[in-house]
């Protein structure tokens, strides 16, 4: 009977040990081709991501004495194909997966999480309901929703119930629940949305739908807006100032995106919108790593999309550093309620949803000599705990 005990002791010290020398795998699935614009918003996740994981590891690479494995897979843009990777990926004994940035993309994956019970971390989809209708336990989410965009977007357009608000944007999914969650926004300071214009992803011409936003408002009283809100179009913003929204006493507003959308914001100097983030707007040690190592290896201040890999690596290395293990409830127990540092500040998991709360934004344009793009300069930081974001789940 001992000898049989030594050996089951041998052979459980063994097992530990392999263990322990394995690495500790976590697969990112991104929209990486398939799209052009979600290719070059999955090149900065990526980027982002090791150099948070390069952060939050003091440039060893282990947490819990391992080395961590980040695998790279592509959805191509495909829901059958996004869920058949992160089965994979489970399969292959990856901890948790990190995906991905189409929300419809990402939520096809959920139920995948559910069905294998590991942790699916979400980011950088937007919308909503993957926090809400389409969420479930195994659900993280480090990445902002339209919720986040469009309270910020609310406090820098400074409404009040003189405030009439036209929207412009592309027909599809996320523009049109973006647009729902700025109705519900603007409720609080008495404003209205009072005219929609949707026309079809990389629309040639805006002229005929800005006409009929522009004819709509122009008879209203008070402060009228034009909200321009669009994910694949390339300089929408100067179509729409070359079709000229002052002959209908329309003010021009839009929220703060990425560098290369930038660009064609110069045409709107002084426009003030909500911002998730800029490498100039906020002041702190994180950031100021981020910026100093992306400048270093690849040239360029870091993006939008950056920051949102590297907040998803943070969380999950402080997860692992919690929990001190790998096991799915041992993780979802530390994770819930959990903060974790970011380029933009701390961020913390809410229990009830899983949902990270953060800053955000409101950040006016200015053009400068040498800078190809509108430098978004802060206004105000718009706290964590300003924000009413709705728990929409059924937990």
């Not at 990402?106 to 909503?128: H, S």
């Not at 959990?338 to 709360?357: K, L």
Request: glycine fraction near 8%; proline fraction near 5%; hydrophobic fraction near 45%.
């Amino acid at each position: 009977m001992k000898r049989v005990l030594a050996a089951a002791m041998i052979m459980l010290g063994s097992a530990t040990a392999a263990t322990a020398s394995e690495p500790i795998k976590i697969t990112v699935i991104q929209d990486a081709t398939g799209s052009a614009v979600l290719e070059a918003y999955a090149t900065q996740v990526y980027r982002g991501f090791d150099l948070g994981i390069q952060w939050a590891t003091d440039g060893t690479g282990e947490v819990l004495g391992r080395k961590i494995e980040v695998i790279r897979k592509d959805t191509t843009v495909k829901p059958d194909r996004a869920r058949s990777l992160l089965a994979e990926a489970y399969e292959d004994g990856s901890v948790l997966a990190v995906g991905s940035t189409s929300s419809g993309i990402t939520k096809a994956m959920l139920p995948v999480a559910a069905d294998y019970e590991k942790i699916l971390l979400v980011a950088p989809a937007v919308a909503d309901s993957i926090t809400g209708a389409d969420w479930n336990r195994f659900i993280f989410k480090s990445s902002r929703n339209n919720s986040f965009d469009m309270q910020a977007q609310a406090v820098a357009m400074k409404l009040d119930e003189n405030t009439s608000i036209g929207i412009i944007g592309e027909d599809y999914a996320f523009v049109r629940d973006g647009a729902a969650a700025l109705k519900e926004a603007v409720k609080k300071y008495g404003a209205k949305v009072v005219a929609e214009e949707f026309v079809e992803v990389n629309a040639a011409d805006l002229t005929p739908a800005l006409e009929r936003l522009g004819q709509a408002m122009q008879p209203l009283p008070g402060r009228k807006l034009l909200f321009a809100y669009f994910g694949f179009l390339p300089n929408y913003m100067g179509k729409i100032t070359n079709w000229g929204p002052d002959r209908y006493g329309l003010e021009l507003t839009s929220i703060v995106l990425t560098l290369p959308q930038l660009e064609s914001f110069k045409v709107a100097p002084g426009m003030e919108g909500g911002a998730f983030y800029y490498y100039e707007l906020e002041n702190n040690p994180v950031n100021d790593w981020l910026v100093a190592e992306h400048q270093k290896q690849f040239g360029s201040p870091p993006d939008f999309f950056t920051v949102e890999g590297f907040a998803a690596a943070s969380a999950i290395v402080t997860g692992l550093k919690k929990a001190q293990s790998t096991e799915t409830e041992d993780l979802i127990a530390a994770m819930e309620g959990m903060e974790f540092a970011s380029p933009r500040g701390t961020m913390r998991f809410r229990p009830e949803d899983h949902q990270a709360m953060m800053p955000m934004y409101h950040a006016r344009l200015e053009n400068r000599d040498g800078v190809a793009w509108a430098v978004p300069t802060l206004v105000r930081k718009i706290e964590p705990e300003e924000f009413d974001i709705p728990i929409r789940n059924t937990r």
